[in-house]
């Protein structure tokens, strides 16, 4: 890495866990277009995992992932052990205050130092010039820039848009967990964010009625456990109760034992902007 | 900095808090010596202040720091402000568990985060090859390394010898602060760690009677108040009650209202090493 470096070449760096998706390709070819060379990490992180998530069965396939990554035009793929990234005696931590408070950091308590403290090694390891994160992990993407902001990093953060199947779910390694009545109840999350950008179009401020709203129609599928809805400030991922500036509606929640997440960005001003235009023509 | 990188320059950082002494210009004079570009780094940093440390009144010079430094041959001195280095909304911090729960670590709170917190920043802006620290902050010294190892940031940290005064007080910017007898009643500091080094030398083992020997010698001093003295495996710094392998003899102290540090390493195989050549000799 450091030989490339050295030549001149940039280097865009995919850090994931593993078992590949249109998403992660995304970022790939994003990578690619960006830089003289893309690498791929693939190491599903054990630090960002608490005592009930699923790191034990998180699905790994690197045969798979080794075929998707390679077609996608991958350089170089990095896939250690954990050994190698967690030797005995690992005791250094990296954390972001703040960011990590609402949304899935309430969720997840850790879950984001462990987020940061790997990233801030695969920084090390691979020293990219830009690094890519999908904007499904919203608030995993604002720390981790901010990370890179506060610790003088120098390296670009790039928040690539979130890729979804034709039914608007989300794609995520996890989506595998579902069973095939689950799978299809899960549309009604990127439903519910429809319902709550068209809200917004149509002038609604009050973030509990668009809350409320998301809520009704999630009830709908019995399946489905809101682990939250939340809207906040895009910038500090504050909850807001009136949508002025820019805003994410963010959720996470439960179907069977899968926790899924999604979120959609909504500036009232652009929408303003352009009625407006719509106006005039 | 960057340019210099590309132009295939090593680097080497002195990361200082300023008010230059020899302790300093000797970090500075290996930096020069192990690469082509030696960088400075002049920042009293108030994140490893505590509230009752010593922070507004810090010895700053920056004048008399930059004569200094241009005579021992620094080639770029970073000499940032508080607001550069933690604008408004800083979050980010680096923390080493573990190494900091001893020595400097218990007496101080918060210090050694506040350390890996602007070292990590300054390894981020900088980009050194190598970095340089003085043995008498050996905690500090410690911990640096072991956040560069577990971060995998690929900088090499050198620790160089303590630079003493020719009674054996240990080079600090803190000196300064010392009234005429205080600065006298210090070099017990030194004289209690020779006592400690002797004793091992002669074969004493039992941490307990090292340190009983130096409280001893020190109380003969009633402006030294012992913060802690204590005998430490090397590579941990965990207190030891039998010395078997290499071990830092480590102190504390208040004189007036002065805080100063000192410290010894002693490997006791080397020492019986000496003595089994003398014998033969």
Redesign the interface.
Known sequence: M?IMR?E?KSIGLVPTMGYLHEGHLSLVRAAKKHNDVAVMSVFVNPLQFGPNDDLAKYPRDFKRDEEKARLAGVDVLFYPSEKEIYPS???????????GDTLCGSSRPGHFKGV?TIV??LF??V?PDMAYFGQKDVQQAAIIK??TE?????IEIKIMPIVREKDGLAMSSRNIYLSETERKDASILHQSLSTAESMVNQGEKDARKIIKAMELLIRQKPSVKIDYISIVDKRFLKEVSSISGEVLIALAVFIGKTRLIDNIAIDPAAVKTEKSFARKA
Chains 1, 2 share one sequence.
């Open positions: 450091k050295k001149g005696g690992y005791s250094t931590y990296v954390e972001v205050k703040g960011l940061t801030a090694k090390g390891i020293k901010k990370m506060d610790l003088n990093m120098g």
